[in-house]
């Protein structure tokens, strides 16, 4: 009775997407990229979470990825904290022109490892498109290493990085929904 019910609709397998990380770090842009392959510089808050999916294919068969799109502000946590369950994989974007935007990720990574202990997650630096880098790559990598994530860089401006992230993310997400499979056998 207690045991996580697998969703699937048609041939699909779905995966839950968790994007996290402070406002104005570009969540948002980052999926609407992925999704639509559109990009805006028009900045509009995010209220609680916007929901994106994007359908993939796989040896094995066709897939959804289901994006939960986070806002980022301290007011939304509660929100968060209810809709992180039955995440696959996670990530926490931040922006590499904002030294503030960086400093907050431990948190988030708290916030998510509280709700989703052994979900892994993937650091994302965003707009490296831009001259005004405030945060080495070298020195995002290092943190991220400590901290037992793993870390890509993109550009939703450019769509750089997009394929890595998102190959990162899905990879992490089959992984985990193997791993409670085998568990639960």
């Known amino acids: 009775m207690g045991k996580d019910i697998e969703v699937k609709f048609r041939d699909y397998e779905v995966y839950k997407l968790s994007i996290c990380g402070p406002g104005q770090a570009g969540k948002t842009s980052l999926c609407k ?3 639509h ?8 808050e995010t209220v609680g979470a916007e929901f ?5 294919n796989t040896k094995k068969g066709k897939n959804v990825g289901l994006f939960y799109d986070f806002a980022g502000q301290q007011r939304f946590v509660s929100v968060r904290n209810v809709l992180y369950s039955g995440t696959d994989a996670a990530a926490v974007v931040f922006d590499v022109t904002k030294r503030d935007s960086f400093r907050s990720v431990a948190q988030y990574i708290r916030e998510l490892r509280k ?13 490296i498109d831009s ?18 994530c793993k870390y890509v860089e993109t550009s939703a401006a450019t769509g750089e990085g997009l394929g890595e992230f998102f190959k990162t993310l899905i990879h992490s ?3 985990y929904k193997k791993k409670k499979v085998s568990v639960a056998e």
């Open 33 to 35: 990229r992925l999704v």
């Open 37 to 44: 392959n559109k990009f805006t510089r028009n900045y509009k």
């Open 52 to 56: 994106f999916s994007y359908r993939f």
């Open 115 to 127: 709700k989703l202990k052994d979900v892994e997650i993937t650091i994302v630096g965003n707009k």
């Open 131 to 148: 001259k005004k880098r405030e945060i080495s790559f070298k020195d995002a990598k290092r943190i991220a290493e400590k901290l037992g």
């Open 173 to 175: 997400a089959i992984s």
